[in-house]
């Protein structure tokens, strides 16, 4: 495994709601991120979708992590806005993040999260926010 | 306790991830949702700050609570921006949602979500979105 | 007139896009801004309403002005998220805006947008950006 | 020129603020929509560039042509949200809008704005918001 992703993977490891929410970093590079997360029961809402307040965790986690391969690794998410388009079924949803744009302390980042089942992935929701360095 | 409130809590009890957070509904009108969180370990990100994914959850819980307020219990968020302006840090934090506007199926609301330590509240988040009646 | 207000209109008669659009400052205080856009034929769309984009132009303004009376004159909007809820018809359009947090760098203001006719005032839009000193 | 394109260009000569802005459609197809505006004096603001409101009109009009491109003509702009990434400097601002999921009756869509300066593009602004279908 790559330096970078093993480095990511150790952050993620130290967040106990990550932790807790068994969410997995599976792509990390400068520009791209990509988490995991398995669709469980105890992460679920009352209609047996995922919680969107899941589905935002790992945007906003995605989010921030492709901020931070390109700004350097303190960072946090100011800001993001999510649309949901479809309710989060299957067996994991994934969230891959890329840099829009990237200037000395702000990042304005992309995310488009899909939720797969048996290997097809269908979009779940999109999201966009900026992340900034901390000084 | 008032009827609307104890319906609410019920939903929220039906919702495993909600459980799983611990989180509480404290207040339940039309036009009015407030949720609790408490802020313990398992929700923490690697500074010791409640993780971000926690705070837009009860921020967009509470959106979707206080949409239901004014449309009718069949709703889901359809979107929501956020935006942090402080580390979450205290004993709890709690959200508390209004709605700005409601139509016949959508409604746009809005949402504080305050850190409370030693019962003084500190502004962590503020969102804004759309709550949308499932037909 | 008071010499905050005074310096505010000075700065949108100095933005020839404001003057072509008709704008006026009407309230200009420490977390308070309030800009009056008339609703005149060159501002609408194709269905005799004011055109969306000057409803956001208007939001923008008014959120870049409050933002800029608690972090001082020299800002710009970073990003900002507006929902519209009603069509824009009647007299005139007012944007206020007020602060919800202001750090050193940022802050993070809220905007209701009305339309007014007869006096009579209905929500047609409500936004929520950042607003960044320049630095 | 093709018809969706011809039918496009109507509708925006129809709206009296984008003839005042001098914004041109110069490309329309299912699920993509392209439009330039010129930075010309009277839409500036005082520091000399092309004035936010004039980009997020550009980034909200070709969210709305594109959400209309795959959902119907009578469509409007629910809600957007934009990221300022660079001031807007140049010949003319070129807004490009693409969908990113469509449904029945709405449809999320994203638009990146570019300053173009002697055929060079930059990235100035980049939005993401909801189209509906009017009923």
Redesign the interface.
Known sequence: MDEMLMMGKQ?LA????????GAELTGFAVGFAELKVPVK??????HGFL????V??AA??AL?YVGGSVLGPAV???????????PAVGDYIVARASA??A?KT?A?C?C?VYAVKDQKES?CA?A?G?ITKIS
């Open positions: 952050v130290a967040q106990p709601f990550s932790v807790l929410i029961h105890e992460l679920k809402q009352q919680h969107g307040g899941v935002s965790y906003d986690n921030t946090v998410t100011s800001e993001f806005k999510i649309n949901y388009v479809r829009v744009y200037g702000q304005v992309r488009d979009l999109t966009q900026t």
